[in-house]
């Protein structure tokens, strides 16, 4: 282990992103399943998650900006990748050398990369997103007429080719909310206004992780994988990932940085939000709100240390807090596990999700980079410390560099 891993380490599954890759196609057997990699992997790490989601039969990525796009390209991946989020400016024209499907919500957007096409000598892979009740990005329903007649215009004209239609629900982590059935009628309008304008795109999606598992008639021709292929829920309401036959990628742990003994009414972290019933043990955890521990799950968020949970004793500082052993033995070093897959008792990244009143999804895209990431493959039984922004292929093929390619 490097030096930097010995006070905190995320480890990361690879095996598990892979398994999760193959739970979530088992539930969409006749559609395409595109990995969601962006901000970096959902904070487990953009390249190897996307090399693992690969191996597992995933024949798409997806980013939200074209910067976490071109990284994959530069690490060799060669397969279909949408990339959605673009201003206006943008970096088209490398975009449409790389051959990356851009999303384009808006008549201005079509207009950027159809110059940029023009000006490359190729046409550019477009997917025209609406919004069907998001409210988000995506052309509105008045609109939208205009824009499927201008895009079928420039793919008449060689400029583009549109390869995709698609939309994202709204409330699709919250089961029979009435938005759903809306939602999915507007995207049907959608798909018949463009067929009336003569596209025939490769796929039509809107089924995000939430739609994957619950609804199976929004699967179209490709579903989303975002948060599920990490392992991680998409809502209480919908159950936990061990519900859905996932697995947690991601273990967030640290070494104690100090243990010692405190007599009864001492006060613990800035303002004495906590103070020792009696006589007891006070362990420090070296992680704190610089790390991305939220600082309002202080009091409230668990800790595996010593073989129990235990709960924050005060106030989540920058760097560290403190957890009460009440009198239970421990040594600097030992460890000290935030969360994982439940296999020892830990904590799972919803339960912390919970104590801070969130969703799982920003407890591990949170996770700083002063936290190093540990790659290990439990299938293979290879794995490496690495730093962050790394990656460990356990000396394996590289799949991003043949496969999902079409």
């Known amino acids: 282990m490097n030096e930097t891993a010995k006070r905190a380490r995320a480890t990361i599954d690879v095996a598990a992103v892979r398994s999760n890759v193959r739970a979530l196609r088992d539930r ?5 399943l595109m990995a969601v990699v962006k901000a970096d992997g959902y904070g487990h790490g953009a ?11 995933a024949s798409w990525l997806g980013t939200a900006l074209p910067e976490e796009a071109f990284a994959l390209r530069a690490a060799g991946d060669t397969g279909r990748l949408l ?9 088209w024209g490398k975009a449409v050398e790389q051959d990356i499907d851009v999303s384009v919500s808006g008549l201005w957007a079509l207009r950027e990369v159809t110059e940029a096409a023009r000006a490359c000598g ?16 995506g052309c509105q329903p008045a609109d939208w007429p205009e824009l499927t007649a201008a895009a079928a215009k420039a793919e008449a004209d060689g400029a583009v080719k549109v390869t995709g239609l698609w939309s994202h629900f709204a409330c699709a982590d919250e089961p029979g909310h009435p938005s759903i059935p809306l939602q999915t009628a507007a995207f ?13 795109p490769e796929v039509r999606h809107i089924a995000n992780t939430a739609a994957l598992l619950t609804l199976p008639d929004a699967h179209y021709d490709l579903v989303r994988g975002g948060i599920g292929i990490y392992g991680v829920s998409p809502s209480a309401e919908l159950g936990t990932p061990h519900d859905f036959g996932l697995r947690p990628a991601m273990t967030l742990e640290a070494s104690l940085a100090s243990v ?17 019933a009696g006589d007891t043990t006070l362990a420090l955890i070296p992680l704190g709100y610089a790390d991305g521990i939220p600082r309002n799950a202080s009091g409230r968020g ?12 005060g106030r989540i500082a920058m760097d560290q807090f403190v957890v009460d052993l009440d009198g239970d033995r421990a040594a600097a070093g030992d460890p000290a596990v935030l969360f994982g897959p439940g296999d020892r008792g830990e904590p799972l990244a919803e339960d912390w ?14 996770i700083g980079t002063r936290v190093p990431r540990v790659y290990v493959d439990t299938d293979a039984g290879k794995g490496g410390v690495v730093t962050t922004g790394a990656e460990d292929t356990g000396g394996e093929a590289d799949p991003t560099r043949t496969g999902g390619g079409r």
């Open 122 to 137: 190729r046409p550019a892979r477009v997917q025209l997103k609406a919004d069907t009740g998001l409210g988000r990005n």
């Open 302 to 313: 668990s800790v595996l240390v010593a073989g129990r949970r235990r709960t924050v004793a």
């Open 47 to 57: 390249v190897p998650c996307a090399r693992a989601a690969r191996q597992a039969g």
């Open 28 to 32: 969409a057997p006749r559609a395409e």
């Open 260 to 276: 010692k003994r405190a007599p009864g009414g001492h006060g613990v972290s800035y303002g004495h939000h906590y103070t020792t």
């Open 353 to 366: 999700a919970e104590a801070a009143g969130t969703i799982g999804y920003e407890i591990v895209t949170r």
């Open 83 to 91: 990339c959605w989020l673009w201003t206006p400016g943008g970096p």
């Open 188 to 200: 049907e309008e959608a798909l018949e206004v463009a067929g009336a304008a003569g596209l025939r």
